[in-house]
């Protein structure tokens, strides 16, 4: 029984892990897309729907960030 509850807390909290990393690259993928944006609304919502064809297109991590300002370059307001 005791390797049991250890198996199961060990098997959470990789769980837990893995669940919280996804969710920090997230997090950092967005505030760099709206670091591109400033405070314009319109170039806010116009880089996040570019952030979301970068995750479609599966641009990698190394060349998301000029990516990103090369779309960030060519927003029209």
Not at 16 to 22: P, R, S, T
Not at 31 to 43: H, N, Q, T, V, Y
Not at 56 to 60: D, L, M, S
């Given at each position: 029984?005791?390797y049991?509850?250890?198996?199961i807390?060990?098997?959470?909290?990789?769980y837990?892990?893995?669940?919280?990393?996804?969710r920090?690259r997230?997090?950092?993928?967005r505030?760099?897309?709206?670091?591109?944006?400033?405070?314009?609304?319109?170039?806010r919502?116009?880089m996040l729907?570019r952030?979301?064809?970068a995750r479609?297109?599966?641009?990698?991590r190394?060349?998301?960030?000029?990516?990103?300002?090369?779309?960030?370059?060519?927003y029209?307001a």
């Open positions: 029984m005791d049991f509850i250890i198996a807390t060990t098997v959470a909290g990789l837990f892990h893995g669940w919280l990393y996804v920090i997230r997090w950092t993928d505030d760099l897309a709206l670091s591109f944006a400033g405070k314009d609304e319109g170039k919502a116009f729907d952030l979301d064809a479609a297109q599966k641009v990698k190394k060349e998301l960030a000029a990516w990103l300002e090369r779309q960030a370059a060519e029209n």
